[in-house]
């Protein structure tokens, strides 16, 4: 299994408050990326990046930060999180290299926001 | 924009019954196509992966998928289905002119019955 974990794995927090999620990596690779999952939705991408300090953003970036300051590390910032950000966050991460190099996924956040 | 279509959201099988997943997608570019396995409270698995050559490709747990450009499609397919094939599914396609982002579809909840 590629070495992808996340924290916190379950966290309910208030309409209003900060949450940040962190995605870690141990297999050095270039891309990471940031999803949330619902129903019916699948899983939409929210912001990627391409290297240390490098992100850009996906389809569903509005309310959504990111950081990474270190190749391990990539960071997911709900500024004043609301109650349509209540979903299963997963982080992926992929070695450089074409697109067809597949995603490899991590366990996923559960985040509610009452 | 480009999509990814899966016309059927849930599907139950018998157990030892052959299966059928469409895929169907909406790129302009050549596309690179995955399927993905989702178990219950778990991450993402890779299944296979078409990106050229032979359009007929084998993955893992006895899974294939054959991609057909004149339909735009990307059907996985098994020829006997387990119990414990019992999970969510999931197609998504990239290409490289779009960046490095893959694009998921909705998903299709397979159940099995004995």
């Known amino acids: 299994d590629a070495g992808i974990t996340q924290s916190p794995r379950h966290k309910v927090t208030e309409t209003g408050t900060p949450v940040t999620l962190r995605c870690h990596q141990t297999?050095?690779?270039?891309?990471m990326y940031w999803y949330r999952q619902d129903p019916g939705h699948g899983l939409r991408l929210i912001h990627y990046?391409?290297?240390?300090?490098?992100?850009d953003k996906g389809e569903v970036s509005d309310g959504y930060s990111v950081s990474r300051s270190k190749t391990e590390d990539f960071l997911l910032t709900l500024e004043s999180a609301t109650s349509s950000q209540t979903s299963v966050y997963f982080c992926?991460?992929?070695?450089?290299?074409?697109?067809?190099?597949?995603?490899?996924f991590g366990p996923g956040t559960r985040l509610t926001v009452l | 924009a480009q999509s990814v279509t899966q016309p059927d959201i849930h599907i139950t099988v018998s157990e030892g019954a052959s299966l059928e997943l469409r895929c169907n997608y909406s790129?302009?570019?050549?596309?690179?196509l995955f399927w993905y396995v989702q178990s219950p409270g778990q991450g993402l698995q890779l299944l296979l992966k078409?990106?050229?050559?032979?359009?007929l490709v084998q993955g893992i747990k006895g899974f294939e998928a054959e991609f057909k450009r004149s339909q735009s499609s990307f059907n996985l397919r098994k020829p006997s289905v387990h119990w414990s094939d019992a999970a969510e599914y999931f197609c998504?396609?990239?290409?490289?002119?779009?960046?490095?982002?893959?694009?998921f579809g909705a998903g299709t909840i397979l159940r099995v019955k004995s």
């Open positions: 992926a991460i992929r070695g450089a290299g074409g697109i067809y190099n597949e995603q490899f």
């Open positions: 297999e050095n690779h270039r891309y």
């Open positions: 990046s391409y290297g240390v300090k490098d992100t």
């Open positions: 790129y302009g570019a050549t596309p690179y």
């Open positions: 078409y990106f050229s050559g032979d359009t």
């Open positions: 998504a396609v990239g290409a490289a002119e779009y960046g490095n982002k893959l694009v």
